[in-house]
């Protein structure tokens, strides 16, 4: 069974402080993963598609790499408005549309 | 939210009442998703559409169903509602399938069952 864990669970920074958020996954002939933001009361927000191990992708202060096992999303120089939960999916096994969510990270940056 | 909206954005409603929550696409994409996001299991896949009249069931589809007569819409059913059908229900569209076409997210419903 196809299944996506993220770490860690919350995440609280001070403004300039860089780190990384964990998504690890056991699947079968890994097909890609996406990361999503997702603001308290709204739906989550397209940010990256990656398509295979070893790429990268960056926007603004937000660059995530992919591993054939994981995923990591590294946030360098955080500002406030980065506070926001971190969401990664993985398509299942047999239906490319279908994705697994990870339970995500809540990233708090405090100024 | 790429055009699409979601209606009602808040419900509350009684054990075994039916419900329908609609999803509403201006984008013209043909696969469309209702997922439920809970806290400690995150976003879960309940049925999702390939195209009209075309359905297929996701992860929780028990006691669920869904309906698209027409392309930019989707509605969700909940027959007679639960106490655990409370939740956060979010729609989500894309233009195709697969790890090329990502999924966009309306701004999600609210719905207890009291």
């Known amino acids: 069974e196809d299944q996506v864990t993220q770490s860690p669970e919350a995440l609280r920074l001070q403004e300039g402080e860089s780190s990384s958020l964990n998504c690890s996954y056991t699947v079968s002939g890994l097909r890609g993963l996406f990361w999503y933001r997702q603001d308290p009361g709204k739906g989550p927000e397209f940010l990256f598609t990656l398509y295979s191990a070893g790429e990268e992708k960056e926007k603004e202060r937000l660059k995530a790499t992919l591993t054939k096992k994981e995923s990591f999303l590294h946030i360098t120089a955080p500002k406030p408005e980065d506070s926001a939960t971190y969401l990664c999916a993985v398509p299942f096994q047999a239906a490319g549309n279908k994705l697994t969510f990870g339970g995500g990270t809540r990233v708090l940056v405090k100024p | 939210d790429a055009g699409i909206t979601q209606s009602p954005r808040h419900k509350v409603t009684e054990t075994g009442t039916p419900v329908t929550l609609r999803c509403h696409q201006t984008e013209n994409h043909r696969y469309m998703y209702w997922y439920r996001q809970d806290p400690g299991h995150g976003l879960r896949l309940i049925h999702y559409?390939?195209?009209?009249?075309?359905?297929d069931k996701g992860e929780v589809s028990d006691g669920y169903s869904v309906s698209r007569s027409k392309t930019e819409d989707f509605l969700l059913t909940l027959e007679s509602a639960t106490s655990s059908q409370t939740s956060v229900y979010f729609c989500a569209i894309s233009e195709g399938s697969g790890i090329g076409y990502e999924q966009y997210f309306g701004p999600g419903t609210r719905l207890t069952v009291t």
């Open positions: 559409s390939y195209g009209v009249k075309d359905t």
